[in-house]
C-alpha cells in the first residue's frame, strides 16, 4: 500500500563475481538508479546495461519497480518467491509507457535484480533512528576558564571597576560653573587677532648742507639737577673752566689747527666734570663756538638743560620726500562682493605704503607698480598670495606686499573660493 511504503526507505546492493561491492540506505523518498553513467547510485560495466534506467522510483502512491526486458531475477512477495517472468505473464508487472514493465511494490517487498554478472539487491526497511550525537570525553571538552589568561582576566576586572567608580565619582560630583569659569580666566587667555594698521610716515632725505657757522656762545649753564660724570674731553674742558688762558688756546685757532696735543699736555690731569663746572645749553643740528657771558661752555643734548644762553645755529636747507600709493583695480573672480572687496582693501593701505617707505629710504628715486594675485578662502582667510608683475626693480617691496596680504582677513564669500588680481603704483613725492 502507498501508506505503507511511504514511511520506509530503500535498502539496496550491488554483487559483482559473488562480492558484495556497496551496501546502503537511501534516503526518505529515494529512488535508484542503474547504469553504465558514473552519475547513477550503481554504475555497472555491462553491455547489456543501459545509460541510465531508474531501477526503483518514488511517486504519489508509492515505490514502484521498473522492469527492462534483459533483466532476470526473483522477488519475495508475501514470503512467497516470484520470478520475473512469472510476474509478467500473471499481470503483476505491466507495461510501462516508457518501455519495459514496472510494479508496486509493498511494504514486505524485497528482491534481487541480474543484468549481466551483476546482481542488484534491495528491500524496503523502516527508516534508521537518527545517529546519536556524539560526546567529547570531558577531558576534551573546552572550558572558559581552562582557556583563559587568568593574569589578563584580573586586569581586566580591576581596570574595570577602576572605571566604573571613575565614571560614578564624575557623575556625582558638585560643578561649580562660576568658579570653573573663574578658574579658566585665570589660567588661559584669549588671543585676539586684530588686523593691525600701519600709519603713514614721511621719509626724509638727508640734508645735504649742514649750518656751516653757529651763533654766540652759550652763556653759563646752571648746576644740572641730574649729575653728569664723563670723562675724557668733557672733564679736560670742566678743568679749563678755572684758566681763562689755557681755555683760550684750546679753543682757538692756533690751539684747534696747531697744537692741540701740547695744550693738553699742559693740563695737569684729567679729572671728572661736576655739575657746577659745566653749563648744558640747548642747540640742535650742528652748533657754532663763540664768546659768551657765561663761565661755562654751552654743549647740546647733554644731561639736563642748563639755564644759559641758547646756541645759535647755521642754516640749512631740508628736502622731505613722501610716498604716493594709488591702485589699480584688477578684478574679481568668484562670488563675493567686490565692492566690500575694494573696501577692505582700501582700508589696508597704510600697511602697503610702509612696505614702499622702507625701501624708499634707501633709494629715494623708487618707483614702478606691483600685482599681485591672492586667493580668499571660504572662511576669508588669504590661503595664497603671488607677485604676478613688479617693475619696480626692487623684489623686496613685493615680497613685503605679499606678506601683508596673506594677513588679511575678508568677508567670507558666498560660495567656494575668489580669486582677486589688484595693482598697487608707488612714486616718491617731495
Not at 537511501?26 to 541510465?52: M, V
Not at 531501477?55 to 526486458?69: M, V
Not at 509507457?97 to 510494479?103: T, V
Not at 580668499?376 to 613685493?398: F, H
Amino acid at each position: 500500500m502507498p501508506g505503507e511504503t511511504a514511511a520506509r526507505v530503500l535498502k539496496v546492493g550491488l554483487v559483482q563475481d559473488g562480492k558484495l561491492i556497496e551496501d546502503s540506505v537511501l534516503g526518505s523518498r529515494e529512488g535508484l538508479t542503474i547504469g553504465l553513467d558514473p552519475t547513477n547510485k550503481f554504475s555497472i560495466a555491462e553491455p547489456a546495461a543501459p545509460r541510465r534506467h531508474m531501477l526503483i522510483e518514488y511517486t504519489q502512491h508509492g515505490y514502484k519497480l521498473n522492469l527492462l526486458p534483459e533483466m532476470k531475477g526473483r522477488m519475495l512477495i508475501d514470503d512467497r518467491t516470484i520470478e520475473l517472468a512469472e510476474l509478467i505473464s500473471s499481470g503483476k508487472a505491466v507495461k510501462s509507457p516508457k518501455g519495459g514493465y514496472e510494479m508496486p511494490l509493498v511494504a514486505s517487498s524485497k528482491g534481487k535484480i541480474a543484468i549481466g554478472g551483476s546482481t542488484i539487491l534491495f528491500q524496503l526497511v523502516p527508516p534508521p533512528p537518527p545517529p546519536a550525537m556524539m560526546k567529547l570525553p570531558k577531558e576534551l571538552k573546552a572550558s572558559f576558564f581552562r582557556n583563559v589568561d587568568m593574569f589578563f582576566l584580573i586586569v581586566l576586572v580591576i581596570s574595570a571597576v577602576l572605571h566604573a567608580a571613575m565614571i560614578y565619582y564624575l557623575e556625582n560630583v558638585d560643578y561649580n560653573e562660576e568658579e570653573a569659569m573663574k578658574v579658566a580666566t585665570e589660567r588661559f587667555v584669549q588671543i585676539v587677532e586684530e588686523d593691525i594698521i600701519v600709519p603713514e610716515e614721511e621719509t626724509q632725505a638727508e640734508d645735504e648742507e649742514g649750518g656751516k657757522k653757529g651763533g654766540g656762545g652759550g652763556g653759563g649753564g646752571g648746576g644740572g639737577q641730574q649729575a653728569v660724570e664723563n670723562k675724557g674731553i668733557i672733564a679736560v674742558i670742566g678743568r679749563l673752566s678755572t684758566q681763562s688762558g689755557a681755555v683760550a688756546d684750546l679753543l682757538s685757532e692756533s690751539g684747534l689747527g696747531g697744537d692741540l696735543t701740547n695744550a693738553l699736555n699742559s693740563i695737569g690731569g684729567v679729572k671728572v666734570g661736576k655739575p657746577g663746572d659745566i653749563g648744558i645749553g640747548g642747540g640742535t643740528k650742528g652748533s657754532g663756538s663763540g664768546p659768551g657771558g657765561g663761565s661755562g661752555v654751552g654743549i647740546g643734548d647733554i644731561g639736563n638743560a642748563g639755564r644759559g644762553g641758547s646756541v645759535g645755529t647755521g642754516d640749512r636747507s631740508e628736502r622731505k620726500i613722501t610716498a604716493k600709493l594709488s591702485t589699480a583695480d584688477g578684478g574679481v573672480s568668484g562670488k563675493i562682493d567686490a565692492s566690500k572687496v575694494r573696501g577692505y582693501i582700501r582700508s589696508q593701505l597704510g600697511g602697503v605704503r610702509h612696505c614702499y617707505e622702507m625701501q624708499l629710504k634707501s633709494t629715494p628715486t623708487l618707483e614702478g607698480k606691483v600685482k599681485v594675485m591672492f586667493t580668499i578662502g571660504s572662511s576669508g582667510d588669504v590661503v595664497s598670495c603671488s607677485v604676478a608683475q613688479n617693475t619696480m626693480g626692487n623684489t623686496l617691496v613685493g615680497d613685503c606686499v605679499c606678506r601683508r596680504v596673506q594677513r588679511w582677513r575678508f568677508p567670507p564669500p558666498d560660495e567656494g573660493t575668489v580669486t582677486v588680481s589688484y595693482t598697487f603704483i608707488f612714486q616718491p613725492a617731495e
